[in-house]
Structures are given as C-alpha cells and as structure tokens.
C-alpha cells in the first residue's frame, strides 16, 4: 500500500484548517485517513509557531518505511529540519504575463519615436 503524508482540508468556507495526516494515496483528499500526525493553520501568521504543529517523531518514522510526502508537506519539513532542503527552479515565475509584454512592447515602440524624430 502506498502512503502519503498530506494535508486534508477541515474548516468553513474561506477559513481552512488543514490536519496533517497519513493516508493511503488512493483515498480522497478529506477521506479516510490512517493516521493523524499534526495540523496547519494558514490563517495565523507566518511567524506564529502554532501555524505548523507536527508529531516530528513519528513524521520520521514513517519517512524511514516508505510514506512520501507531498510537495506543501515536504516544504514544512523542510523548515523543520527533518528533509534536505531542495534546490526549486521555476523559469517562467520571471516572465511577464502576454499583457504585461505587450504592454513593454508599446512602451518600447513610443521611446522609440521620438529618437527617431531628432
């Protein structure tokens, strides 16, 4: 059986709470869960140490048999020092948007025209 160690949404509407839980991948994401392992509050402020509770002991353990976690979980452990820190590369997180070029690209043509016109 493949585990997952992910985030499965509690909470109302536009207010999430998330459990942290280790699950079986092939169940839903609210689903069935075997195991509890912490919870995360994005609501609190990012320097608030209740955002992110885990059981870090038994986190452990369970990366040692197998359990993958996904990529926000892998982020927390990271933070906590449980994961290596994993180099991320996302190219196109710089480039502008097709209106944001095309807006560039007029710019450019009208600092154009008056050199020109000298």
């Known amino acids: 059986m493949a585990t997952k160690i992910r985030l499965a949404r509690g909470g109302s509407k536009k207010r999430p709470h998330y459990s942290i839980v280790l699950s079986d991948s092939r169940m839903p994401r609210d689903g069935r869960f075997l195991e509890k392992l912490g919870t995360y509050d994005p609501m609190l402020s990012k320097d608030d140490e209740n955002r992110v509770k885990m059981n870090l002991d038994r986190v452990k353990e369970l990366l040692a048999l197998g359990a993958q976690p996904t990529d926000r979980v892998a982020r927390f452990l990271e933070s906590a020092g449980v994961l290596a820190k994993k180099a991320r590369n996302n190219p196109n997180a710089a480039k502008p948007g097709k209106a944001?070029?095309?807006?560039?690209?007029?710019?450019?043509?009208?600092?154009?025209?008056?050199?020109?016109?000298?």
């Open 100 to 118: 944001m070029a095309e807006r560039a690209a007029k710019k450019a043509a009208r600092a154009e025209a008056p050199a020109d016109a000298e």
